[in-house]
């Protein structure tokens, strides 16, 4: 039996993104078609004949990220730093991404922090690696999870603090309709999550209050 069970699960394994078959733009298009009809419209009357068309073209840059390798950014780091090996932080990345349960956006910022241990990496590739992992359909805690082990096994940092905080419409349009509600995750490894101090450090100086 337990041979049966290991079988069917690796056949429901999920299929990486190289495996799955990318429908066509046309397909992609007659689908916007019909989503407009579902909802109510006429998809052929003059103000939605180039919609599918611009639907499609919109999805392709807000989910671009499915087809950029965040490790690419982060290969090359910068070791002349004059011994530099305090804590480094980009604070408040803008971001939006796209609930993986009803497509609506989330909008929010990140905070990311390391202790580097041989190098420091470019400052704009955190918020590159921020970018591709949100222009996804997301979770919250997921996309939390998937920067911090991006930059974690990359850089191997002596620690990382990764804070998102950010405002879902699937709350404030749909289901409960609270405006104004924010989300805060946050993800710690190796000198921030062994030391309390580090983390409280790192909430100050995310909240602007320094050191």
């Known amino acids: 039996m337990d041979a049966v069970l290991n079988t069917a699960?690796?056949?429901?394994?999920?299929?990486?993104?190289?495996e799955l078959s990318r429908p066509s733009r046309e397909q992609?298009?007659?689908?916007?078609?019909?989503?407009?009809?579902?909802?109510?419209?006429?998809p052929v009357r003059e103000g939605?004949?180039?919609?599918?068309?611009?639907v499609a073209k919109a999805y392709e840059q807000i989910f671009g990220?499915?087809?950029?390798?965040p490790a690419e950014h982060l290969k090359r780091?910068?070791?002349?730093?004059?011994g530099y090996k305090d804590i480094v932080m980009v604070r408040a990345i803008p971001f939006h991404s796209h609930c993986e349960h009803h497509v609506l956006p989330f909008v929010g910022m990140a905070h990311i922090a390391y202790y580097p241990a041989e190098g420091v990496v470019g400052l704009s590739k955190l918020?590159?690696?921020?970018?591709?992992?949100?222009?996804?359909?997301?979770?919250?805690?997921?996309?939390?999870?998937?920067?911090?082990?991006a930059i974690d096994e990359q850089l191997a940092p002596r620690g990382l603090?990764?804070?998102?905080?950010?405002?879902h419409q699937c709350m404030t349009m749909r289901g409960v309709q609270k405006p104004g509600v924010s989300t805060i995750t946050t993800q710690f490894t190796g000198l921030f999550?062994?030391?309390?101090?580090?983390?409280?450090?790192?909430?100050?100086m995310v909240r602007g209050g320094g050191l």
Do not use: C, H
């Open 127 to 149: 918020a590159r690696v921020v970018d591709i992992f949100a222009k996804r359909l997301q979770t919250q805690e997921n996309l939390t999870a998937q920067i911090t082990s």
């Open 193 to 204: 999550q062994d030391e309390p101090a580090e983390q409280a450090k790192f909430m100050t």
């Open 9 to 18: 699960g690796k056949k429901l394994k999920r299929k990486s993104q190289n």
């Open 28 to 42: 992609a298009e007659a689908a916007v078609r019909v989503l407009l009809a579902w909802a109510g419209d006429d």
């Open 65 to 69: 990220g499915y087809f950029e390798d």
């Open 161 to 167: 603090a990764v804070m998102l905080e950010a405002e």
């Open 77 to 82: 780091t910068f070791d002349d730093v004059g």
């Open 48 to 54: 939605l004949l180039d919609t599918p068309r611009r």
